[in-house]
Each structure stands twice: as structure tokens, then as C-alpha cells.
């Protein structure tokens, strides 16, 4: 094949290899060496330059070529655009090899010793007192958590299974039902009020994530927070949704 000289100073090829299954596509300089060239490709592929056999192919995959001069320059051979470059390794590697990640050996540190280094982000957050390394902050939070749940226990004490009553949540008109539950739940924390709704104007039967805390039809049920509930004489009202 006569080797022809090429004056555009870059070229967009594809990389393939006898050790994976997959392409990449690069754009390198045609005033490479070859030996420079394989240089390149070791992070590509991951064979060593020295086990590499270089082959040239065309857009439409026609073999053109080896690349066998270590001293010739890339853009000494017919490579443009599009061209296939494939790497037919020699070290031993086995097809695959480079691609399983389970056979890689993973490095571990132990607890202890990762508390010790001082370029971590956990050494970081606590020299700079972050996050929950803060114990002012956290203490604060804490303090902070139990007294709502205080407030919140305060609350749902005055609440009476059986009772009327009337919700009023922000950004809601007031509903009316009856209470079925009063106390602490699985899905969130905090004291929280079961409500039978006289109208399916809640989102549920009495039940969340597969508990069930009372017993209603289904869009009957909802949970709210005792703040927004008062109990006392509220007789049913017709909301007119039967004739909807």
C-alpha cells in the first residue's frame, strides 16, 4: 500500500481491542509516532505499548493496513476520519479481562484506621465542627426535637378517640369527621391525629405503608398533626359531593 502524507493536523478514529467488547472514539494528532501513539492507547485499552500489534481499518471496516514502523508519524498512514484502529494485544490478557470489575482486588480500610488519616471528609467535618460533628448544633437540634415532641404530646392529649371535631390545615378549606387515632406512628414521627373525614376528602382507609391504625372507607382516612384539629360539637355537613 503506497503511504501518503495528510495535512490536517488531528484525526477522529475508533479504538477497538482484542481484550473488550467495545469502541471509543478519540481524536489524536497525526504528527504522533507510532510508538508515541501506543503510548496513548495503554489507558484506552490497557494492554502495555510493548505487547500492542497495531491494525488499520477503514470507515467501512476494510482492513488497510498494520502499523509496524515505531518512528513512522500517524498521519504518515491513509487514517482519517471515521477509521478503525484495532489493537490485537500479546501480554496474555484474556478477553474480558479488563472489563470485570468483580476480579479487580478492591482496596479497605478499617474503621479505626480511616478515623486516624487527617485528608478525609470525615476529618475535615470534624475539625470543622460540620454536620453531626457539631455537638452544640446537634445538641440544639435535639433539644429543639424534644420540646415539639412535647408540645405536639401536650396536644393529642386533649384529643379523644370518638370525638367531633374540625381540621383546618393551611392552604385547606375546614373539613369535619370524627377522631380514630391518637398517637405516635411508623411512617413519620411525632404525635399524629386520625381522622374520619364525613366526606372522601383524605387519602386513605386508616392505614399507611401496610398498618392499619382505624378502620374507614377508602379517600375517608387521614392522618394531621394536633395543632390543626379542635374538637367539639361539629354536626355532619353536606358538602354536596354525592352529587357530583
Sequence with gaps: MEVT??????????????????????????????AEFKCKLELVVGSPAS??????YGADDKFYSKLDQEDALLGSYPVDDG???????HSGAR?????????????????EAYDQRQDTVRSFLKRSKLGR??????????????????EEKAQASAISVGSRCEVRAPGQ??????????????????????IRYDEPLGKNDGSVNGKRYFECQAKYGAFVKPSVVTVGDFPEEDYGLDEM
Excluded at 502524507?5 to 509516532?33: D, H, M, Q, W
Excluded at 378549606?173 to 411512617?187: C, E, I, K, N, Q
Design 5 to 34: 502524507g495528510v495535512t490536517a493536523p488531528t484525526v477522529t478514529i475508533f479504538i477497538s481491542s482484542s481484550l473488550n467488547s467495545f469502541r471509543s472514539e478519540k481524536r489524536y494528532s497525526r504528527s504522533l509516532t507510532i
Design 95 to 111: 478477553l474480558g479481562e479488563y472489563e470485570d470489575v468483580a476480579r479487580v482486588e478492591k482496596y479497605k480500610i478499617s474503621q
Design 173 to 194: 378549606s375546614p373539613r369535619r369527621g370524627t377522631v380514630m387515632y391518637v398517637g405516635l406512628t411508623d411512617f413519620k414521627p411525632g404525635y399524629w391525629i386520625g
Design 133 to 150: 460533628y457539631n455537638e452544640e448544633e446537634r445538641a440544639q437540634q435535639e433539644a429543639e426535637a424534644a420540646q415539639r415532641l412535647a
Design 83 to 89: 477509521c478503525r484502529i484495532h489493537v490485537i494485544d
Design 51 to 56: 505487547c500492542m500489534e497495531l491494525e488499520l
